[in-house]
């Protein structure tokens, strides 16, 4: 299992290739914009193509995804933040796929009151438009389309995706387009009430996921502690080990046998910058505690 960590990328992108081996990261990911703004970042084409060139030879880093702005909502009742939002995804699809990124993460956003149902079709629609719109600027139909990730909710208010159930009705609304995949936060499980602190209840999780969206959706997890207690509904990453999962409760889901080859992300705080080369030790010794626990050691 690869082990990575969210870092800043800055102006030029590249040096996140460095921030990330700087801690022993195997796997990246950073965002394409400001999280809390509007704004696109306008990067040039050369500044995508170098970042495309030097992440294909660094010799430590092997993989890059992408997490797309905390602002947008697909699910929204309001058509002016709808087109917003499906504006601004666009933007961040491009930047992801320029750079040759695995996946851009998606919080799908908030239906605020007007039902899931409703919803469904306006974000499974919006998500088609975007890679379509993507694909078709690239112009070179023979390169893949950098999927789009949709992560599990922690449950609060009115999200989309709570559950792997609501996220597979979102991808069989979009008709299961194959650009569409998931990322696990596995905080955000915990806080959404879904256990999978014992080696049953891991296995329960990846038949869940199995059963719903298909396991050859996942495309990777986001590792993190929690700073509130199981079923809280509220999204507090905290450093592993010093939360309410605790790291005996990770190591019986990341020593999996089917996550072997799925990237796991760092999200945590660290000490206030976020992940840390002691974070990333920390993930490479959950993965062993859970390779020890199903006996693989």
């Not at 990261?25 to 995508?48: D, M, N």
């Not at 979009?174 to 596995?186: E, F, N, Y």
């Not at 199981?230 to 309410?244: I, K, P, S, W």
């Amino acid at each position: 299992m690869p082990i990575g960590a969210h870092v800043r990328a800055g102006g030029g992108l590249v040096p996140a290739l460095e921030r990330g081996a700087d801690i022993g990261a195997e796997v990246v990911q950073i965002f394409t914009q400001s999280p809390r703004a509007w704004k696109p970042a306008q990067y040039a084409s050369e500044v995508l193509d170098a970042y495309r060139a030097a992440a294909s030879v660094h010799p430590s880093v092997t993989a890059t995804y992408c997490h797309a702005t905390y602002l947008i909502n697909l699910a929204t009742p309001d058509p002016e933040l709808a087109a917003k939002s499906t504006a601004c995804l666009e933007a961040n699809l491009a930047t992801a796929q320029g750079i040759g990124a695995e996946g851009l993460v998606l919080h799908i956003g908030s239906h605020r009151g007007s039902g899931f149902d409703r919803a469904v079709p306006q974000v499974a629609a919006a998500l088609l438009g975007v890679l379509d719109a993507v694909g078709s600027h690239r112009g070179d139909r023979r390169e893949r389309t950098c999927p789009i990730l949709l992560e599990n909710a922690a449950g609060a208010g009115d999200t989309v995706g709570r559950s792997f159930e609501e996220l597979a009705q979102v991808i069989a609304a979009a008709g299961g387009d194959d650009r569409l995949g998931i990322c696990v936060d596995t905080q955000h499980l915990w806080a959404s009430g879904v256990p999978f602190g014992t080696i049953e209840e891991a296995d329960g999780v990846i038949a869940a996921i199995s059963a719903t969206v298909g396991f050859s959706r996942l495309r990777c997890l986001h590792l993190n502690d929690s700073k509130v207690p199981f079923g809280a509904n509220r999204d507090r990453h905290e450093n592993l080990g010093e939360g309410t999962i605790g790291v005996d409760g990770l190591a019986a889901l990341l020593g999996h046998d089917a996550l072997g080859g799925v990237a796991a992300i760092l999200e945590v705080p660290g000490d206030g910058d976020g992940p840390r080369r002691e974070d990333v030790l920390a993930a490479r010794d959950v993965l062993e505690r859970g390779r020890v626990l199903r006996g693989r050691a």
